[in-house]
């Protein structure tokens, strides 16, 4: 069994900020995938269904980012499953608008959520880095991070989600490299 964790804030305020790209990149998967209605559980939201042969629960913590580790670390526990058993969906500030990274463990570059989900878990647990982009000056970056996607960034935003929906089988067999490629190259075609 795995868990999938979106990062994001909860509440409709929230639901279109950039900082939230991580609930809506597990929406999409929950969605395409068939899985099961959204119930309470551990601080958040869950979902169960499966990808290929794995089993996965899908939590969206209730909590506001900088809490997210709470959730993810009461569903860990509670399935008796390691930090390696562990995908966060999260914002990059360091990655180009909707671009894909897949890296295992690693520092928490800042984001509250990570740093939050680093002392809850541990640094070990895989990281899918979706890449909003930075606004160019720090100064910008709270605006940038808590602002809503632009118009123009729509359709981008649902190609990218939908990319990795259909691809998620190659996150959920552990094959990273093959999961970043092909949303790539599905990407590259649009």
């Known amino acids: 069994m795995q868990i999938w964790v979106g990062l994001g804030n909860p509440g409709a305020l929230y639901a279109m900020h950039r900082h939230n790209v991580g609930f809506m990149a597990v929406d999409a998967i929950a969605e395409v995938h068939g899985f099961s209605a959204p119930k309470r559980a551990f601080q958040g939201w869950v979902q169960e269904g499966r990808i290929g042969a794995e089993k996965i629960l899908i939590l969206k913590p209730a909590t506001f980012m900088n809490e997210s580790g709470r959730a993810a670390g009461e569903a860990m526990r509670f399935y008796k499953l390691a930090p390696e058993d562990v995908t966060a969906f999260y914002d990059e500030l ?97």
């Open 94 to 190: 360091d990655l180009a608008p909707f671009k894909v990274k897949v890296r295992t463990g690693g520092g928490t570059a800042g984001h509250n959520g990570i740093r939050s989900l680093d002392a809850h878990l541990g640094p070990d647990f895989r990281r899918v880095r979706l890449g909003i982009g930075h606004p160019g000056h720090k100064d910008r970056v709270t605006g940038h991070v808590l602002g809503n996607f632009a118009k123009a960034e729509i359709d981008p935003l649902s190609d990218l989600l939908g990319a990795i929906a259909a691809e998620a089988e190659w996150l959920a067999k552990g094959d990273d490299a093959r999961f970043m490629n092909d949303v790539a190259l599905r990407l590259s075609k649009d």
